[in-house]
């Protein structure tokens, strides 16, 4: 199998230092049910999206479940207002491209005994994507100017009814990650002591790993219901990732050793205006608890989750490159990313039998301390507004939920020098986003 595009990612990291996953990196956008609660869903799981939420909550599924789904998503782009090492020491401004993704699930279950009942879920737990105006003129173009990151996680469960009170879960992940990234390096010409791009690199690669989960769902009374659920952390192996220089400065650039040309020979340049090479990583995906109580009362149903993401797996990021150059090292980047704790409210109100209303809220801290924080993916504390609503018809469900992300304004002064390259910002951050998902069931 061909290893690309995760790696892509990974290798600009190299050069920038910096760290482009944040809070935004995990997705839990695997069902609209769950969606329009605030994802408040651990100890409800009464859809086959419980796979994906806490799969101990499959037992409670009669018969044979078909759920598929999407989630839209409409990232604004976040506007920088600062100073970072292009511009001079003048405050500007830049924004990202407005981008849009689709976050596709699909989950099955099947009853096969009273205490017994298997499924299998298709999802995407980790993902994101930035991407700057102009790649050759961009104030961030010496760290990153693109990257697309997505991962699709295939999840075989089982569920098991201990009891009247108990039902446990576990199951096997394969996840299949890839990305795209680009970036535009930036020195001195010898020539004229401007500013010039040393060259346009884009990254390719993709790779796979693979997890466990297991989950536990408590029914003490009819009106109360305990959950649990725990994924583990994913070792994504990148090999052989492809990275393509294009455009190589023709000219000497000043380095520390004195003028040299990117387009010289090995070690110190590339040999002439593009060049290849691949390279080895590992991405260490976090592991997640969460935990859940919800509250049923005839037809209104109150859900209070925490959700932990243990970023601390992502202490730092090694790149090895198969053929280095003067102009692109292999390179140790630290992250020193924090496990943080999110907080999730939700309730469901049943109209009639077969129309549900929804309405949740999320607070979700950000993970990524100032000092490590970049251009690739600029983070921050988020408040998530959700609503939505379900509708029955026979053996069909159908769900429909609205989100926004209020991403909290955040000001960081990071501007330092790693390896003798001028990285980070100071500055200001501002964002949003707004998401619609929309998921069909069939129950035969």
């Excluded at 699930?105 to 096969?112: G, H, I, L, P, S």
């Excluded at 003129?137 to 569920?159: C, E, G, W, Y």
């Excluded at 990732?241 to 020979?265: E, K, M, R, Y």
């Excluded at 110190?268 to 608890?289: C, D, E, K, N, Q």
């Amino acid at each position: 199998m061909r290893i690309g595009k995760v790696l892509a990612f990974l290798v600009v990291l190299l050069f920038a230092s910096t760290s482009a996953m944040a809070g935004g990196f995990r997705l839990p956008e695997a069902g609209a049910k769950a969606m329009s609660m605030g994802f408040a869903f651990t100890a409800q799981a009464n859809d086959p999206s419980a796979i994906y939420f806490n799969p101990a909550g499959i037992m409670q599924l009669e018969g044979n479940n078909l759920k598929v789904g999407v989630t839209y998503v409409k990232q604004n782009g976040g506007t920088f207002t600062g100073i970072t090492p292009l511009t001079g020491g003048a405050s500007v401004s830049e924004t990202q491209k407005d981008l849009d993704f689709f976050v596709p699930n699909a989950f099955f279950t099947r009853k096969a005994s009273p205490n017994f009942v298997y499924g299998v879920g298709l999802f995407s737990p980790f993902g994101l994507g930035q991407e700057y105006e102009n790649r050759n003129t961009s104030i961030f173009r010496s760290q990153i100017t693109k990257i697309d990151l997505m991962t699709l996680v295939v999840n075989p469960t089982v569920a098991w009814k201990v009891n009247e009170v108990l039902s446990v879960a576990a199951g096997i992940d394969f996840m299949y990650g890839k990305a795209e990234l680009a970036r535009t390096p930036v020195g001195i010409n010898s020539a004229t002591g401007f500013p010039a791009n040393i060259f346009n690199l884009d990254l390719e690669g993709d790779g796979t790993a693979w997890g466990y989960n297991f989950g536990v769902l408590l029914t003490p009374t009819k009106h109360l219901k305990v959950g649990a659920a725990y994924r583990s952390k994913f070792d994504l192996e990148i090999e052989d990732g492809d990275v393509d220089l294009s455009n190589v400065f023709s000219g000497n650039i000043i380095t520390a050793l004195g003028p040299l040309p990117p387009q010289g020979p090995a070690p110190i340049g590339f040999g002439g205006p593009s060049f290849h090479t691949t390279g080895t990583a590992m991405v260490r995906i976090p592991a997640t608890l969460d935990l859940g109580v919800a509250y049923i009362l005839d037809r209104l149903t109150l859900e209070v989750d925490a959700s932990w993401t243990f970023w601390h797996s992502w202490e730092s990021l090694n790149i090895d490159l198969k053929d280095n150059r003067a102009f692109l090292p292999d390179s140790t980047s630290p992250k020193n990313w924090d496990d943080v704790v999110a907080i999730y409210v939700g309730g469901e109100y049943r109209v009639t039998d077969p129309l549900a209303l929804r309405l949740g809220f999320r607070w979700d801290p950000t993970p990524v301390p100032a000092e490590t924080m970049g251009p690739e993916l600029p983070d921050a504390d988020k408040l998530y507004y959700c609503a939505g609503a379900g509708y029955k018809v026979r053996n069909w469900t159908f769900d429909l939920a609205y989100m926004y992300v209020d991403k909290k304004d955040r000001t960081v002064s990071n501007l330092r020098t790693e390896g003798g390259i001028p990285v980070g910002f100071n500055g200001e951050w501002t964002g949003d986003a707004h998401l619609v998902a929309f998921d069909i069931g069939y129950k035969f």
